[in-house]
């Protein structure tokens, strides 16, 4: 089996080095490290809206980087910090992957920084 790692080593806020890869690739399935609406190393303005935006291009950056897309994305795991984002959280996530619904769950949960939403997922695409 051959695994490839993206983006490890990298900083984050701060310019502490973080201590995990953005993604691991391993025969066929990519995992993707939970994205957040960071920018340039700070948390983008604008609440859940802009917030669930950013981090799910985070999200989509790092598929695309790896050669995956939305359609090869199985599984997604949502942390959000309030629940009553929950609607406004599924509105924005519907035009991202409504026409390729993965599996998901979504839970409630204090972020380790200051955001609202955190997004992480599982891909998979046949290598041949």
Known sequence: MSIKRYGAGETGAGKQPLPFARAVEADGWLYVSGQVAMAGG?????????????????????L?????????????????????????????????????????????????????VEIDCVAYKAKG
């Open 42 to 62: 700070e948390i983008v303005p604008g609440g859940i809206v802009a917030e669930t935006r950013k981090a799910i291009e985070n999200l989509i950056a790092i």
């Open 64 to 116: 695309h980087e790896a050669g995956y897309g939305v359609e090869d994305v199985v599984r997604i795991g949502v942390w959000l910090d309030d629940p009553r984002d929950f609607w406004t959280f599924n509105g924005i996530y519907a035009e991202y992957f409504g026409a390729h619904p993965p599996a998901r769950a979504c839970v409630r949960s204090s972020m380790m920084v200051d955001c609202k």
